[in-house]
């Protein structure tokens, strides 16, 4: 039984050059590892509070040196000695420890560190993949009888960025693209390349910049509409020979949260018709939209706090598209208990420093299974070479990944990382496919 002996960490720098928290593990068995934090850029209001020190002499406020020295003095205190796999007390002392509802006295950058160092050296002292642990600790807080096995993720994959990801071009934030034609995931990355790299050409045929790319590696072209970006993806998706619908279907991250004006309660877009919304129009114009295109998936359509527009959105649209709650559920059980008694949404964003610990993240994807909402477990526009989530989304059968585009290294390495977890479960390797959308339409 390896226990922590010591707990260290570091600032570094995520994919915007930004300061970030890295904590290094290390057992009484001399094994070590590391794990490095993500961070956001749309954040919503409902998120685990990122500590950052907000003096304007380093990276302009930006340092996590507050959050470092935490995770090196108070939470090392608290966990050093602690059995590695015991990660549900690792988790339970650092909450308790914080005291606040948010994260905000030990930052939840401090503790997400740390909650993930610890897994991380918990599997390598067992000498074992990290997927393989966390499936072992999924199942743990099961009910009984019930074993998940792993499963590799279908991903969705940005191919055109806007929003606050990409200078505000476009008034949503990601058009996706997810490979329901596939039936393993390294066809699906490859067909996924094909299809960005397609786009990339017909962006240029149409005199766009396809060079310049938003935060999360897709294509940030200037576009006159946002109905225009997902033209130009389905002409790609067919350019690529790639048959739209059943072959690669469409998804949105509308982000809607980012350009709702909470004092008149409208959405206020751009471009696509009439400029201020109702939540009554944006739910027409979604549900026009799905009719017009291939679109299986819809990421916060509306606001994090907009409940009743949720419900309706949900009541006319989540029978036939998965309704994806991002800035909505913060991955909190709280929120998402909301929205299951509510009727609002039917699948559940992941993202582990939206909750601050792995033990959390694994309440919210139970709760999520057990009430028939889908998970997909996604990384942030600010990201690092760590893999985590790749492991993360196997291990406990999420059925769905978010990582961003098939460019810019830091989502090239979770990309990879799915590569070689899909060759170590071998033959036994069950890829979750299109059947994690749920949706009759592609039950072919
Ligand atoms: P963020 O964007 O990491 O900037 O919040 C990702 C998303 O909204 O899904
Ligand atoms: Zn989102």
């Not at 850029?41 to 470092?68: K, M």
């Not at 072209?221 to 059943?246: D, F, Q, T």
Request: charged share 25%; aromatic share 4%.
């Amino acid at each position: 039984m390896p226990t922590l002996t010591k707990l260290w960490a570091r600032e570094v720098l995520d994919s915007r050059g930004r300061p970030t928290v890295e904590v290094e593990a290390t057992t009484s068995t001399g094994v070590s590892a590391l794990a490095i934090v993500p961070s956001g850029a749309s954040t919503g209001r409902h998120e685990a509070l990122e500590l950052r020190d907000g003096d304007p002499h380093h990276y302009g406020g930006l340092g996590v040196r507050r959050a470092v020295e935490k995770v090196r003095t108070e939470i090392a205190q608290l966990l050093v000695g602690v059995d590695v796999d015991n990660q549900r007390e690792v988790d339970e002392r650092m909450i308790r420890c914080d005291g606040t509802p948010n994260k905000s006295r030990l930052g939840a950058n401090a503790i997400l560190g740390a909650s993930l160092a610890v897994a991380h050296v918990a599997a390598a002292a067992r000498r074992e993949p990290l997927w393989a642990h966390l499936n072992r600790l999924y199942n743990h807080g099961n009910e009984p009888n019930e074993t998940i096995a792993p499963s590799v993720p279908l991903p969705m994959v940005n191919m055109i960025s806007g929003g606050l990801h990409a200078g505000r071009n476009l008034d949503f934030q990601d058009f996706l693209v997810i490979p329901v034609g596939a039936k393993s995931y390294s066809q699906a990355l490859a067909m996924i390349c094909e299809c960005y790299r397609s786009l990339g050409r017909v962006l240029a045929k149409h005199g766009e910049e396809a060079t310049l790319v938003g935060d999360e590696g897709g294509y940030g072209p200037k576009l006159k509409s946002n109905a225009r970006a997902v033209e130009l993806i389905i002409e790609a998706i067919e350019a690529a020979g790639l048959r739209p619908g059943s072959g690669m279907a469409i998804a949105l991250d509308v982000a809607s949260t980012h350009f709702y004006d909470v004092d008149t309660n409208t959405y206020r877009l751009s471009s696509d018709g009439s400029l201020a919304r109702t939540a009554d129009d944006m739910v027409a114009l979604l549900s026009e939209w799905t009719e017009k295109y291939p679109i299986v998936s819809i990421e916060d359509g509306l606001a994090e706090d907009d409940w009743n527009g949720w419900e309706k959105l949900t009541r006319q649209l989540g029978g036939r598209v998965q309704l994806i709650g991002d800035d909505l559920f913060a991955t909190n059980t709280a929120r998402l208990t909301h929205g299951i008694e509510q009727s609002a949404a039917n699948a559940v964003l992941i993202k582990i420093n939206q909750i601050g610990t792995l033990s959390e993240t694994f309440d919210a994807l139970h709760l999520a299974r057990a009430n028939g909402y889908r998970a997909i477990v996604s990384a942030r526009s600010g990201e690092t070479e760590d893999t985590t989530i790749a492991d993360l989304a196997t291990a406990t059968a999420a059925g769905q990944i978010k990582i961003g585009s098939v460019a810019r290294s830091e989502r090239l390495a979770k990309y990879n990382r799915l590569l070689r977890i899909e060759e170590e479960l071998g033959t036994g390797a069950t890829f979750a496919g299109a059947g994690a959308l749920k949706l009759k339409s592609l039950h072919a």
